[in-house]
């Protein structure tokens, strides 16, 4: 179907879509790298091109807590932040999901301090993995606006009810231009239907949400939860394809091989580091060396199948992870060596580009002769002469 | 009862949660001190001590938390906290 082309900031193509998904109330404090997003939603409801309650609130805890309260009275709800602002966001997080509440919020990945960093990484996101959201991670601005409207169509579907993070890099994708094919409102429309919520506060039927739950009760509520998030995988799958159907761009599968069916050294990733991967091996191809990328798009629900069937063939793995589980490893080599555990396949961890260190062409080249020669589980690139 | 869905409950579920399996000390109430003034009805936070047919009141252990204030302000001091047996 015919799409319009405009060569967009990262933050205002996430903003463009967010407003063709309708949300009807949205609350964010603004936080570097995500202010543009939050921004350029303000100027449209202020210019009454967003139908939108816009809740200005003075802190992410009060955002998040505003969009659980206006998703729990049956609104469509949005609101986007990064790191600290996240980390601010915890609590609330865990409720959100517990409550059941669809809300999608997109993260702008960014570094967490001590020490203060405004630059990128994902330990943000990362660290909110346990929480009951769904986290989807974008490679361009393209992927970055898409996931939007696949989010809302998968987490308020009935079967699945739990709240989605759209992560993209911050800076990286948030502040950079690029040619982003954009729906219309009509696609959009005929995508996304009007939010029917399944439960809703209503002072003429009275409900409360996330109740308390003795001994007896807590485990099996955990369980429920955890079985909708299995759930949402499947969800995902059929979204994604059906927006493939209509828009040419296929979602369907949670993880995406590149050059991986005769590889015999995979390396994993999320986010836009992809992009690098890819023409790294584009490279490394030319030079006559079997390499291969594993793009992860959805980080929860993990696709621990997918994933292992995906790198089945190869003979060592090596994951890029933009965060790390200090005192273990990076979350993503984690899952992978679960995915892959029985399977005799080597899975090597490279912790990579914290707190917004450039990752180049060359250094995956590096990092590929690393994980031939069996070195990995290290932090790549580590200035040696400061420690 | 099947749970609901993001544990929303309708006014009056409360009731589900049975807190009695919290108690540690265990008021027994004793026939011969009281005096049916009711004052441990009265301050029960539960709710849950009330009157039988012959005016005596004793706690509905399903739900008593075992706090003591029944015991506490018993004018008749007719109340004993006893270390719960389970």
Known sequence: MKQKIAIMEGSHAVAEAVKYCRP???????????????????????????????????????????????????????SATTSQGLALMFEVCFNVAGMRLPIVMTIANRALGAPLSIWNDQQDSISLRDSGWMQVYAEDNQEATDLHYLA?????????????FVCFDGFILSHTYEPVEMLSQEQVDSYLPAFKPFQRLDAADPISFGMYATPDYYLEFRYETDQAMKRAGKVFGEAGREFGELFGRDYSAPVEGYHLDDADTALVAMGSICGTVKDAIDEMRA???????????????????????????????????????????????????????????PVLD??????????????????????????GDLFYGLRTELI | MPLN???SARPGKARANRTGSWRVFKPRFLS????????????????????????????????CKGCGLCAEECPAEGILMELEEK
């Open chain 1, 24 to 78: 009807q109330v949205i609350a964010a404090y603004p936080i570097t790298p995500q202010t543009h997003i939050v921004e350029a939603l303000a100027e449209m409801v202020a210019n009454c091109e967003l139908d939108c309650e816009y809740i200005t609130v003075e802190s992410e805890f009060s955002a998040l807590s505003a969009c659980l309260g206006a998703s729990a009275a049956g609104s469509r709800t949005y």
């Open chain 2, 32 to 63: 011969e001190k009281c005096t049916k003034c009711g004052m441990c009805r009265t301050v029960c936070p539960e709710g849950c001590v009330s009157e039988d047919e012959g005016g005596m009141f004793l706690a509905d252990y399903e739900y």
């Open chain 1, 287 to 345: 030079a006559g060396e079997k390499v291969g990328l594993l793009k992860i798009r959805c980080f929860r629900p993990f696709p621990s199948e997918e994933v292992r069937k995906a790198l089945s063939g190869v003979s060592r793995v090596a994951v890029l992870d933009k965060n790390i589980s200090l005192g273990a490893k990076g979350a993503v080599a984690l899952e992978v060596k679960d995915a892959l555990y029985g399977s005799q396949i």
């Open chain 2, 5 to 7: 869905v993001g544990c």
């Open chain 1, 350 to 375: 490279y912790i990579i580009g914290l707190g917004g260190r450039d990752v180049r062409k060359k250094d995956i080249a590096t990092v590929v002769s690393l994980a031939r020669a069996g070195k």
């Open chain 1, 152 to 164: 809302y169509r998968v987490s308020e579907n009935h079967k699945v009810l739990l709240p989605s």
